[in-house]
């Protein structure tokens, strides 16, 4: 790629996630009260809506209920994060502890088939201490057995609410479609001085998807009232205190560091990383997909929020197998790498023709160095 088409593509992946809808502003109160207040919101703008005769009312009635949304799927959009985040900790625990369980009753197994062979002495003491050995994990099984049945028990409570979380998100996004298409039809007509289309106050179908929508954020408040009065699991992560730990979203070498020049002269804030044809990039962490798509010069670009104030902007892939809004589980599938066309390849030091993925990382919109926050190994560089 020329130096001129490396610039400008450069240009237009920083304004795209410049471009995306940005967080709602921070209310000093806690999430439950900020969820409150949403749903609060969104029910003033559709009473706004309904009284709405001129278009500037209904404009400003809109954009009400465009904020309400914004506000209330920002909230989901991190409860989802913990949410998927807690259920895979959860996961981690029950595969351990199912473990632990059944290398348990396996050992108790060996110890019965012992003792039935009255010649083979299964402990230094004799038959006595075998005997002592295996009631003492006979003791132990049942409350191992119990913890892992609560673990699981958790695990399925985990799951539900992340599903619930996903169903209320879905439809947020479906009423903050219909408030964004109207208020842009809206627009368009006063631009163009001509009839003003149908309110959406006078669409009933709208109408009871607001209210739902507006149903949903009082539960979801009430929700998140109820766990503050419930401490929860402090053991779940927190993206800030990753730095360091993450795993490289594919298998490669590095090529070039943050602010390192190219062939090109061309310097970046992100790490660009040669991996093989058709290799497959992973999510380094618990994230919503902000975006997911093709971007001149860059191939598809994938945008993942792993927590507020957080972009981590992957581009150079082939396939991409995630959409937009969708959250997704430390290590799952993104996509793959190209096959090993000519189109944005580099050559390594062994000479060998590779992939090239370019991973940068914003914090509160500015691009950081990344490699602090990754585990690079003797090979990545």
Sequence with gaps: MTLARWAVAALILGALVVWLPAPAPASTNGPAESAREAADALVAATAAMRAAVGAQDQVAALAGAIRAFEGGLELLRVELRAASLREATLQRRFEAQSADLARLLGVLGAIGRMQADAGQLAHPAGPLGTARAGMLLGEVAPALAAQAAALEHDLREAGALRAVRAEAQALLLDGLDMAQAARSALGQAMAERSALPSRLADDPEALARFAEAAQTLDQFAQTLADRSATPGDTALRDF??????????????????????????????????????????????????????????????????????????????????????????????????????????????????????????????????????????????
Aim: no cysteine; glycine share 14%.
């Design 240 to 381: 800030a205190l990753a730095r360091g730990s993450l795993p490289l979203p594919v298998r490669g070498v590095l090529l070039r560091r943050a602010g390192e020049a190219d062939a090109a002269g061309i310097a970046r804030p992100g790490l660009m990383l040669a991996t093989v044809p058709g290799a497959i990039v992973t999510a380094p962490w618990t994230a919503t997909v902000r975006y997911a798509g093709p971007l001149r010069g860059y191939g598809n670009v994938i945008i993942l929020e792993p927590a507020a104030d957080y972009l981590l902007v992957l581009a150079g892939l082939e396939m991409v197998y995630v959409r937009s809004g969708e959250v997704l589980t430390e290590t799952a599938p993104l996509g793959t790498m190209g096959g090993g066309s000519d189109t944005g390849t580099d050559t390594v030091a062994s000479g060998a023709r590779t992939q090239s993925l370019y991973v940068e990382l914003r914090e509160r919109g500015q691009p950081v160095d990344p490699a602090p926050w990754f585990a690079l190994t003797a090979q990545d560089g």
